[in-house]
């Protein structure tokens, strides 16, 4: 494995988190509670792991990638981009403060800040992983 093939490492830890983000969900609507805290763990450690991949390959890699063609979709990829990037420095605190009202058992205050940890949570997820394949995939830049 090489550095460039961290996107990918990348896009996979993203997906994983959104399925540990959903089940996670479904888990604690049945009232599972300890499967719920286990997949919320694992959301959590996974994308933390994707984080430091994610900081080692632009520390690593000094170029950036430009979307350019198609030209038509540019817009739609930049627009996709910029709410992916702004939310996902945003919920780096709102996920920190959720996890640390669960540790505390304040499950109240836990709820009322999953509300919105968990949808935004979930779209930086996804989102990465759709920006991996447009990137990489769909739309491969030079």
């Not at 996920?95 to 109240?108: E, G, H, N, V």
């Amino acid at each position: 494995m090489t550095i460039h093939d961290l996107p990918a490492v990348n896009a996979t830890l993203n997906g994983v988190s959104a399925v540990f983000l959903t089940l996670g969900f479904f888990f604690i609507k049945r009232g599972h509670k300890l499967a719920h805290r286990n997949c919320m763990i694992s959301a959590f450690g996974t994308s933390a792991v994707f984080l430091a991949c994610y900081l080692t390959y632009h520390a690593r890699v000094k170029t950036l990638t430009h979307f350019v063609d198609p030209a038509w979709f540019r817009p739609i990829y930049l627009t996709l981009l910029a709410s992916h990037t702004l939310l996902a420095a945003a919920i780096v605190p709102l996920i920190l403060m959720t996890l640390w009202r669960a540790r505390r058992q304040d499950f109240a205050a836990h709820k009322k800040i999953a509300r919105w940890t968990w949808p935004l949570w979930l779209y930086v997820s996804v989102t990465g992983v759709v920006i991996y394949l447009l990137l990489y995939q769909i739309f491969p830049q030079r």
